[in-house]
């Protein structure tokens, strides 16, 4: 690794407050590519005195542009003006006039287009091998495919060339390429980041997604470049744009074990293991779920309609040059001309019904957690079974946009022979603060360096409460905490986890009979003989919160709370006749503390 400061956002902004300039890193790019010595990364490249004309541009260092002098690179089926787009086809190619709205944005905040990556064509692959292009190497092991179909996006950001790189994600794409190369791969809800200027592969389902060296670099970029754009159909509004505040239990859904699958890959599968035990170790619960049809909806990515949808996107170009195509892209897109609407609607109504099939299991956790590929392939076993490989890659990604999901690939750790291993966070679209804050704490307590350089993740700076005034702050004491069963009456309305917190001395704790679930009752008796009691503090909007209070049943209700330092808070509290008979647990100081140790007394031999 050549000299210089580490890539990631924070430490080129440390280096820009410090009086460094962006010519310098322009500079440090070019060396840095020159060292990977991999001409299979970019397809082309922005002339290094055009850079420096563009950094001039820049004027001094603004602080207030969250990407000032931060280079990245674009995935060459997304339009950059000027530049051409190839889809890695070069018959198809063409220069487009207009940014893609999302690179416009990102331009817009300071960052530096250094050039277009390579792809698996027409971003049909999940192998990164399928380009008339030298083919990108793997940043950790050569002899390892890297991953696709943003196969040099991915090359690009694990080697320190740029910051931060887009991809696409259709059906793993911007996953399967980070997990293999040790990098942090975002792939937003659908329609947060818009589609415009953007070759499609399906366009219902398509995202443009980040790759970045860590999960804030990855996040800083989904935030700049997130929001409704009028040009495009399929856009829709990407919710908050922070990182949540992580809340203390999770349920982490995982496939069943019987259901896991890892195609003879030991190493992959211990590594996964070792990821679980860790999230259990930060006090989530892990919730094992049938995978069965996951794996159903992730089959039906490859037949009828969606296969229907790609030859769409270039069938005037496919029927008059056929021969321009890579022969495995060919391939599926010519199987296409076999099928009829009628197949293609067959196929809605299938997704239509393993959705309804499938929600409940997924609503009853908060998010689920997978490994982000089944195993490491080298080069050599996909030249045997090109197809068969490519599709078990997406085991674990395929399903994920048919079921309008929100993922974020991170690095977890490093396997036995020390390749590396990688989780994927999945939840419903708009969960994509809490799925990146999980996947922040993940990477940072993995101790990994930084994709395939030796630079070390950043400290992880603490994510402090965020109070919105349009938010009503509520107490929870009993069965709403986080990870306990009626904690999504919260979730589904959009509630958000504010901070830990304890009760006044005032307070007394009880056990209430006759509840289901199982629910103790808040009790201020008015002088200093009660204890303090551990408590939640969330957030809802108006309409949320009256709508959440109006199914408390007595003998709870909502009151006025005092915590330990003296701040009111809305939450929850009991009748006092209703304790009368009940068990006092003040002494517990807690309601998770009471269920865990019955818990505890429950297995114990």
Request: with cysteine; proline share 6%.
């Amino acid at each position: 690794m050549t000299a210089g400061p580490a890539f990631d956002i924070e430490s080129l902004r440390g280096f820009y407050r410090a009086g460094g300039t962006p010519r310098e890193i322009i500079e440090l790019v070019f060396a840095r590519l020159a060292a990977a010595a991999d001409p299979g990364i970019f397809i082309s490249i922005v002339a290094k005195e055009t850079l420096f004309a563009q950094a001039a541009a820049l004027g001094a260092f603004d602080a207030s542009m969250p990407l000032w002098g931060i280079p990245f690179a674009v995935k060459d089926n997304i339009d950059v003006a000027a530049m051409p787009t190839t889809a890695a086809c070069p018959d198809y190619a063409y220069v487009p006039e207009k940014d893609a709205t999302t690179v416009a944005r990102l331009k817009a905040a300071g960052a530096l287009v250094i050039g277009k990556t390579n792809l698996d064509q027409f971003a049909t692959g999940l192998v990164g091998v399928r380009s008339p292009y030298p083919v990108p190497r793997n940043a950790i092991d050569p002899a390892l495919v890297p991953g696709g179909s943003s196969s040099g996006s991915a090359v690009a950001t694990a080697h320190g060339i740029v910051s931060f790189a887009l991809g696409t994600d259709t059906a793993g794409s911007g996953r399967i390429p980070a997990g293999l190369n040790n990098i942090v791969g975002l792939k937003p809800s659908l329609g947060a980041l818009s589609t415009t200027g953007v070759i499609p592969a399906c366009r219902t389902l398509d995202c443009v997604s980040v790759f970045a060296l860590t999960v804030d670099d990855a996040w800083s970029v989904y935030a700049v470049a997130a929001g409704p754009d009028e040009t495009d159909a399929y856009s829709r509004p990407p919710g908050d744009l922070a990182i949540n505040v992580l809340p203390p239990v999770l349920k982490v859904g995982v496939p069943s074990r019987a259901d896991l699958r890892f195609f003879g890959d030991e190493a992959m599968a211990q590594a996964y293991d070792r990821a679980l035990d860790q999230l259990a170790h930060m006090g989530h619960k892990l919730v094992e779920m049938p995978f069965a049809d996951f794996y159903n909806v992730a089959d039906l990515l490859y037949e009828g309609a969606w296969v229907a949808e790609r030859y769409a996107a270039v069938k005037d170009f496919f029927d008059t040059r056929e021969e321009s195509f890579h022969p495995v892209t060919r391939k599926i897109y010519g199987a296409a001309r076999t099928l009829s609407a009628v197949d293609a609607f067959r196929g809605l109504y299938e997704l239509a019904s393993y959705k309804k099939k499938l929600a409940p299991a997924i609503e009853s956790v908060d998010l689920i957690c997978v490994p982000t590929a089944p195993r490491h392939y080298t080069t050599a076993e996909l030249e045997s079974e090109p197809i068969r490989e490519n599709s078990r890659l997406g085991t674990y990604t395929n399903f994920v946009n048919l079921l309008d999901m929100c993922a974020i690939a991170v690095p977890c750790g490093t396997r036995r022979d020390g390749l590396p291993a990688s989780v994927t966070l999945l939840a419903t679209a708009g969960k994509d603060g809490l799925t990146a804050a999980l996947a922040r704490k993940l990477h940072v307590e993995s101790r990994l360096s930084l994709g395939a350089t030796q630079w070390p993740i950043p400290r992880m700076a603490a994510k402090t409460e965020r109070v919105r005034k349009h938010l009503i702050e509520i107490v929870v004491v009993g069965a709403h905490l986080s990870g306990m069963p009626l904690n999504h009456q919260l979730t589904d309305r959009g509630g958000e986890f504010l901070r830990l917190a304890r009760t006044s001395n005032a307070y007394r704790l009880y056990e209430l009979g006759g509840q289901s679930p199982s629910k103790p009752g808040l009790l201020r008796i008015g002088n200093k003989t009660g204890g303090e009691i551990d408590v939640e503090i969330w957030q809802l909007d108006a309409e949320a919160f009256g709508s959440f209070t109006s199914e408390i049943p007595p003998p709870l209700g909502i009151g006025t709370v005092v915590l330990s330092d003296g701040t009111l808070v809305k939450g929850f509290l009991v009748e006092a006749a209703a304790t009368e008979t009940a068990r006092d647990i003040t002494a517990f100081g807690g309601w998770r503390n009471f269920v865990e140790r019955g818990e505890r007394e429950a297995t114990a031999p």
